[in-house]
């Protein structure tokens, strides 16, 4: 039986009144304007968007992908990355914060442990959902140093973790440590169990509000229920999963998000506080050539950027579809690395082509231009995007799969 038609046998044996999804959507949608007007301040004066995260949570706007049969809205991939485009282009802070309570639950969609699902379908219904604390630094990329060991009935972890993406909002943490006989361990404790520290100390020159930063494990207890395991990895080795793909896809919706609301500024600038310069022919900005010819230049990236994120997402959807055979997912994974391309060079280009628009006043320290570029540099610093062009060459030059890194 494939992955589509398991889920439909079970939604036939277990009905329940499942959330609309429509609905769920204006809702959030409503709340974006207020999340957009204030986010420049808050990442000027480094005010952590803590009520706006809550107000998603609480509005069931983080389980979007919660199946019918749990009583969630069973959204579709498409539709979560539409969304968080959106989001991201109120706020990208915000957006990216929010991309391990995504993808745990994406974890949870893609594995075959059906109480796990039940469980934190529950969970995330009920307004919480799961962070992550699961790098570090100081070693080779990928290397864990945090120790767990045996203690009685239950386990002690010590160690401290970085890129903590969105733990100081979240009600759960995912982490991973090295256990006495040097294989790793993943477990969720609650993000206020004794002994965890959550420090904001991300010192990125962009997304700054992501609460990325360390996370300190001080002898913190691990009672053994709260051991689980990775769906993507089997016998140590990372599997080629379709969580991978919507992990990507995840941060090419911000970079669209980013793009989108670079031209939101490009317009609201040139047609308020812009001035023509000295010797062009306009009296006023919103008439001068070269103006309109970057904003319409900019407004063609963002929208090249939205269209290949969606695309990429109706593939991921396809791929659920097919029951994820193995050929869906790395075509999936090919559209991905495509879109991720072009929305980190629709974004990045689009915050330098915004100065071009705006003039010397632009850079004036009030208007916080600059956050554009700095954020969307650092959404695609995760991954080189040159990586990306390379494998779908290879892809298609010499029918070479795409890497189970984890990046594609």
């Avoid at 915000?94 to 969970?123: C, F």
């Avoid at 031209?263 to 001035?275: G, N, Q, S």
């Avoid at 959807?317 to 999936?332: C, K, P, R, T």
């Amino acid at each position: 039986m494939s992955q589509a038609q398991h889920t439909q046998h079970a939604e036939s044996r277990n009905p329940q009144i499942a959330l609309d999804l429509p609905t769920l959507l204006q809702h959030g949608r409503a709340l974006l304007p207020a999340f957009a007007k204030g986010a420049s301040a808050r990442e000027s004066e480094r005010q952590l968007p803590y009520q706006q995260v809550k107000e998603l949570a609480q509005a069931k706007l983080l389980a979007l992908r919660v199946p019918r049969r749990y009583g969630g809205p069973g959204a579709s991939v498409r539709d979560v990355i539409d969304w968080l485009i959106d989001v991201a282009a109120a706020d990208s802070n915000i957006a990216q914060s929010l991309r391990p309570a995504y993808l745990y639950l994406e974890g949870l969609l893609a594995g075959d442990d059906e109480a796990a699902r039940q469980h934190w379908a529950k969970h995330y219904l009920a307004g919480e959902f799961v962070g992550n604390a699961g790098w570090e630094i100081g070693g080779a990329n990928g290397a864990i140093s945090s120790r767990i060991v045996a203690e009685g009935d239950h386990f002690r972890v010590n160690g401290s973790k970085y890129y903590s993406t969105g733990s100081l909002y979240s009600n759960w943490l995912t982490i991973t440590a090295l256990n006495e006989q040097d294989q790793e361990t993943r477990f969720i404790i609650p993000s206020d169990r004794e002994g965890v520290e959550l420090v904001d100390d991300f010192d990125a020159m962009g997304q700054r509000l992501t609460a990325s930063g360390t996370t300190r494990l001080n002898n913190v207890r691990v009672n053994a229920n709260e051991l689980v395991r990775n769906p993507q990895y089997r016998d140590g080795k990372a599997q080629r999963t379709i969580v991978t793909p919507f992990a990507q896809l995840f941060l090419a919706a911000t970079l669209a998000g980013i793009a989108r609301n670079v031209l939101h500024d490009a317009i609201e600038f040139t047609r308020h506080v812009a001035r023509p310069i000295k010797h062009s022919s306009a009296q006023k900005s919103v008439d001068d050539p070269y103006v309109t010819l970057r904003v319409g230049h900019i407004s063609a990236q963002a929208f090249a950027a939205r269209a290949a994120v969606l695309q990429a997402a109706d593939k991921i959807d396809a791929a659920w579809a097919a029951g994820l055979d193995n050929d869906a997912v790395v075509a999936a994974s090919i559209d991905v690395a495509q879109a991720q391309y072009i929305a980190a060079a629709a974004a990045l280009d689009g915050a330098q082509a915004l100065f071009d628009v705006a003039g010397a006043s632009a850079t004036s320290r009030k208007h916080n231009l600059d956050r554009h570029w700095r954020n969307a540099r650092t959404v695609t610093n995760h991954n080189p995007r040159d990586w990306k062009a390379a494998v779908v060459g290879a892809y298609y030059l010499k029918d070479q799969l795409p890497p189970t890194s984890g990046l594609f």
